[in-house]
């Protein structure tokens, strides 16, 4: 299991959630924030720290934004598990859902 990363976060990125991952899990692409499936321990800490309530564990994700569950874990499709995501820092795209969906994209 892991957590999810829905539609409150595109185009905030807010990064509350980065700080408090003891993991490193939580990467940043263009429009929004992504946690590693593979990489994320399910600690929870990330979830209280988010101030527009855009990560529910799993099984939690509104019906609205159950396809969040596979845009985070299909952004890893081709980058595999890197082990963290300080080193890479901003991934310049997204998932094909996300940027996909309407908002504020600078």
């Known amino acids: 299991m892991t957590y999810v990363i829905a539609q409150p976060c595109v185009d905030v990125k807010d990064k509350a959630c980065i700080d408090e991952c003891p993991v490193d899990c939580i ?3 263009r429009r ?3 946690i590693h499936p593979d990489e994320c321990v399910d ?6 720290v988010c101030p527009v309530e855009a990560i529910f564990y799993e099984d939690d994700v509104p019906g609205e934004w159950r396809d969040y569950y596979k845009a985070n874990a299909e952004f890893f499709d081709d980058l595999g598990s890197p082990g963290g995501a300080g080193p890479l820092g901003l991934i310049v795209r997204d998932h094909p859902f996300v ?6 994209e600078a």
């Open 43 to 48: 600690c929870g800490a990330c979830e209280p």
């Open 32 to 34: 929004s924030l992504y």
């Open 27 to 29: 990467y940043e692409g």
């Open 99 to 104: 940027a996909g969906r309407p908002g504020t």
